[in-house]
């Protein structure tokens, strides 16, 4: 049986409070009793409704004793020697959820080269790591790493397990939990564990950015979540010791065979940038765009956009920043002609200063900017530049 919710119509009143707040209109009122009727995702909504506790939460049974998964496990992902920022992001948030739960922690990775790497792992807080390397696993593709990771996790039993929302990360944590049949909270900005409960709040911006969600995942294990790179801090690594288990290498008989790889110019823009200047619809023009390019050339830097440029094709997806786009978190961001939408802000919480220029007094961006310039921003620009060049 399915984990469900049920009346108990000892209690139950037919107050009807329960049927407002359920959003699958799945409760009915029936001889002042309430019934769950077929639509019930059993979410849990109703159960504070009932100010009788007439409505509880059925365990599912003949399912897995939830008590027997322990630990935090990260999956960790490397490229051209390195391993990804995020990893070593998740494994520092890992380590702080640890000081709640009192659990493990370990790392899977997976690729070629890779064997170095498992002592950064360990240093940044993996007791375990489970590693597998091999000339054949040069370019990560997600069916074998899927079915690696799931036979790790059938036998590590981890709690909890975290991936990076990078361009793979996305791709292989849905595989995984279909393949485990748990839930997955993509795009995590928030994770800590609930006192009482001991479940993993996983917290993200829902209905365009305008309230946050924090969804649990009670019934099943692992439970699982995505962070974007730069949402959480990395921490300092230390010298430690921990236990490296050897993985078979798996045969690589997925659908998709790499066969070569180039990065992607987008490798060298704005996702790792110390300094980004940043355009918005208030640059006015495509070809004002030049003065960006040139003070973002003049500090070393790169240049973001906002979602209006990106769908004018003004400038190309990868430089978008913010909540559909990417998280950034340079020292330096050099806001131009941009509002500050709830969205766009999404990207940057990780900025050290924030400069924005806004011929509108009153824009929200200046609410976080730590610096405001009142005026137009190709002029600023242009002052900016001029300045650098003497
Ligand atoms: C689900 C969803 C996801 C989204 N994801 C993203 C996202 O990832 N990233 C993103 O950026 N947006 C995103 N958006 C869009 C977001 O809501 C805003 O519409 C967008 O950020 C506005 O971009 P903007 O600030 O460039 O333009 P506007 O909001 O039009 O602001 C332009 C600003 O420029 C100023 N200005 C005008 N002329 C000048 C001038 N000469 N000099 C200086 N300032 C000037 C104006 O005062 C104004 O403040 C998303 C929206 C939704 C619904």
């Not at 948030?93 to 360990?122: P, T, Y």
């Not at 996983?202 to 949402?231: D, E, K, S, W, Y």
Request: net charge negative; aromatic share 4%; charged share 20%.
């Amino acid at each position: 049986m399915m984990a469900g919710i049920v009346i108990d119509e000892s209690r139950c009143v037919g107050c009807g409070l329960c049927v407002k707040t359920c959003p699958q209109g799945a409760i009915e009122i029936k001889d002042k009793k309430a019934h769950v009727g077929d639509g019930c995702i059993a979410c849990g909504m109703c159960l504070d409704s009932c100010k009788l506790g007439a409505i509880s939460r059925t365990q599912e049974k003949g399912g897995e004793d939830l008590d027997s998964w322990k630990g935090i496990l990260v999956a960790a992902e490397a490229y051209e020697g390195k391993l990804h920022s995020v990893t070593l992001e998740l494994l520092c948030k890992a380590k702080e959820l640890q000081c709640d739960s009192k659990c493990g922690i370990s790392a899977f990775l997976m690729g070629k080269d890779v064997e170095k790497l498992a002592q950064e792992l360990i240093n940044h807080g993996a007791d375990t790591v489970y590693l597998c390397q091999d000339e054949s696993l040069a370019y990560p593709t997600e069916e074998p790493w899927a079915d690696a990771l799931t036979s790790v996790i059938e036998k590590a039993r981890p709690e909890i397990l975290l991936f990076g929302a990078t361009e793979f990360g996305r791709s292989l944590a849905p595989r995984v939990a279909a393949r485990l049949r748990t839930g997955l909270t993509a795009d995590c900005t928030v994770l800590q564990i609930d006192k009482e409960t001991g479940l993993l709040q996983q917290t993200r911006p829902a209905f365009g950015g305008n309230l946050m969600a924090t969804i649990v995942c009670p019934n099943h294990r692992p439970q699982m979540a995505t962070v974007r790179p730069g949402v959480f801090p990395m921490g300092q690594g230390e010298m430690r010791q921990g236990t490296v288990v050897r993985l078979p290498v798996p045969a690589l008989s997925g659908r998709v065979q790499v066969e070569s790889a180039q990065p992607a110019p987008e490798s060298k823009t704005i996702a790792d940038a110390q300094i980004i200047v940043a355009v918005g619809r208030g640059i006015g023009s495509q070809k004002n765009m030049q003065y960006a390019y040139e003070l973002a050339r003049l500090l070393g830097g790169q240049v973001g956009a906002s979602r209006p440029l990106v769908d004018a094709g003004w400038a190309q997806y990868p430089m978008q920043v913010g909540q559909t786009g990417k998280t950034v978190a340079p020292k330096l961001y050099i806001a131009c002609g941009i509002s500050g939408a709830i969205q766009h802000m999404a990207g940057i919480g990780g900025a050290e200063t924030i400069v924005a220029i806004n011929t509108d007094p009153d824009a929200p961006i200046f609410q976080s900017a730590h610096y405001a310039i009142v005026g137009d921003c190709v002029e600023v620009l242009k002052e900016m530049i001029a300045q650098l060049q003497k």
